[in-house]
Structures are given as structure tokens and as C-alpha cells.
């Protein structure tokens, strides 16, 4: 089918670069098999959490190309939220036919939930939140496992014990990030105390910036950006600072100008091609369960640690195999890290105000 466009100007998903003549012709004996793909996310060009995802089914895209087997399309759409118009777009949306439609905003899920409950011959997938429905499987990544390393690592390279982490909103799939950051930087160091400030939106690079600055000006030396764009303002504060930052979801420092590289220790990277290539073929070999959820952590290889030459020339070798350490626990499960999802707004409070200085 045809797919109309949700938006005037809105980005579709690769889909010329998807669907390009590259493609190579199947044998006559092969079936080749169509699948269609939804993708809504918030908003495309934020260089980190939504266009993870579209590039994450870009290269999926390109593997399943290469097999000759399945011929995948995908098409975006943006809700943008905070608009107001969420429910109409979210309706615009689940109007395109697809096969499977991967949703990866969590603040629409009260709007996107009933929606779905009209569409019981289509699956979905969600990501970083829970919902019931037959025909529903949440996607949870485990940020707070790599969270927890890179609260280690910022309390083993802070010389006045006092690190920070800017979130982007008050959410839980963020309260999960900074729980783990939190609980790794005690696990380092005990007594480390953690700023934790919210910029209330994933783009305002202006306000990531004054909520760095400010942490910086109580003794911070290093923040922590979780928050999409609005992150790179505190990476930019940490330049002009003289601090370290902590980038997010992808490895910063391909994001951020050659000066500010050296600024940015590590990134706390969750791995979208890898979440989306699992996904994919379990759904295209009938694995899925949908009815049901699934973590993905650092035992499979979904979430970790950026290990490039920045971190290997910033970090001290016993701090990286303290680190190293620290990971091979997390990952065979002899530590393990408390999740947000699994504490009360209480019990993340009462964590929150235990470190603050």
C-alpha cells in the first residue's frame, strides 16, 4: 500500500534510502516476504534516543536486503509531544496499515494504549514502557545497568566527591538512569554525593547548559546529560568549565564538535541496532511472545559503556578494570542493579535526597 504522509515535511524514515534500487533479486525458488513497519517516536533529529531507532531499522533494513528474503519497509511519525494535538497524530498514525508499528514514546502511552485496543489483528511493540494487550510486547532496555558503570567511573575521576546528572523529564525510564548512576557511584564510593537536576523537555540545549553551569558552580566536576539535545548543552558547559561530561545512548563524541571531545570520558550507550535486530527476528520466526515483556541489559549485549580513545586516554587503567570488573558482575548477575520501574516515587525520592550535598 501506498503510504501517505503523516505530516507535512515529516521525516519518513529513510524510506529512499530504504527501498533504493540496491536491492538484490530474489531466486525463483525463494518467497519473498513483505513486512511493514510503523515507527512513532516523539520526534526525529534529536542524534541520540528516536533517531537511534530509525537507524537501528536502517540497518536492519539492509540486513534483511541482503538475505533476499524479506522485503522491509518503514515509515516514521512524529507525535511531538507537548503539542497538544498527540491524539489526533497518534489516530493519523494507526490509520497507515502496517504489520508491526514499534513505539518508542512513552509519554503518549495513556493516548496510544486505548488506541491500540482497535487494532487486535496488529502487533505492536513498546519500547521502555509497560502496557497490557494480546497484541502488545514491551521492549525494556536496562539503562540502569550501564548507568550504574557510568556512576562508578564518575565517582572514581571526581576529585571533590561531588558528580551530577542533568534528566531531560521526570520520568521512570529516566529515573532509571540516574537510580543506576547513583547506585554506581556509591558502590565506588560511598560517601559521593550526586546533583540531579531535570530540564523538563529532550531539546532544549539552552536550559542543559544552565542546569550543568549550576552544578558545576556547587563542586560538581562532571555531569551526567540524560537528556537527547538538550544533554549536549551540558556537554558544551563541561568544555567551558573545564569538567567532564557523560554523553548518552550513543557514543557523544561523533555528536559533538573535535574541541569538546576530550571533555566526554564515556557515553551510556543503548545499543538500537541490536534491540531492533533481536526483535526483528523473533518476530519474523513467530518467537515474540507478545501478551508479555522483555529487559535487555548488559547480559545481552544491549546497553554498555563507550570504550573509545577518548575513554582509554582519559581514564586511568585501574579505573578501567575496575570498571571491567564491575561489568562481568553486573552481567552474570552477582550485582545486581535496582531498576526504577521496581521502586516507588517514595522510595526514588527518599535515593535521591540520601545523595544529595
Known sequence: MRVKMLLKGIV?????????????????????????????????????????????????????????????????????????????????????????????????????????????????????????????????????????????LAAKMSETGIIGIVIGMDIPPLHDFAVGYILGALEARPECKVIISTVGNFFDAAIGYELAARQFERGADLCFGVAGGAGLGCIKAAGDFGRYAIGVDIDQTEQVEPELRGVILTSCLKKFDTLISVLLDRYIDGTLSFGESGRFGLKEGAVGIARNQYYHNLVPQSIQSEIDRLEEKVASGEIRVRTAFEMTHTQIDELFRSVRP
Open 12 to 152: 519518513t524514515l529513510m524510506a529512499v534510502v530504504l527501498l533504493a534500487g540496491c536491492q538484490r533479486a530474489p531466486k525463483a525458488s525463494e518467497a519473498v516476504r513483505d513486512l511493514k513497519i510503523n515507527l512513532i517516536v516523539d520526534f526525529l533529529g534529536d542524534s541520540s534516543y528516536n533517531d537511534g531507532f530509525a537507524r537501528g531499522l536502517h540497518l536492519a533494513q539492509e540486513k534483511y536486503r541482503d538475505s533476499g528474503k524479506i522485503n522491509l519497509s518503514v515509515s516514521a511519525f512524529e507525535l511531538l509531544g507537548g503539542t497538544g494535538n498527540e491524539k489526533e497524530k497518534v489516530e493519523s498514525a494507526f490509520k497507515e496499515e502496517s504489520d508491526l508499528t514499534i513505539i518508542t514514546n512513552q509519554i503518549a502511552i495513556p493516548i496510544l494504549e486505548p488506541a491500540i485496543a482497535y487494532y487486535p489483528e496488529r502487533d505492536f511493540i513498546l519500547i521502555d514502557a509497560e502496557a497490557t494487550g494480546s497484541n502488545i510486547y514491551a521492549a525494556i532496555f536496562n539503562p540502569n545497568e550501564a548507568a550504574f558503570l557510568c556512576g562508578a
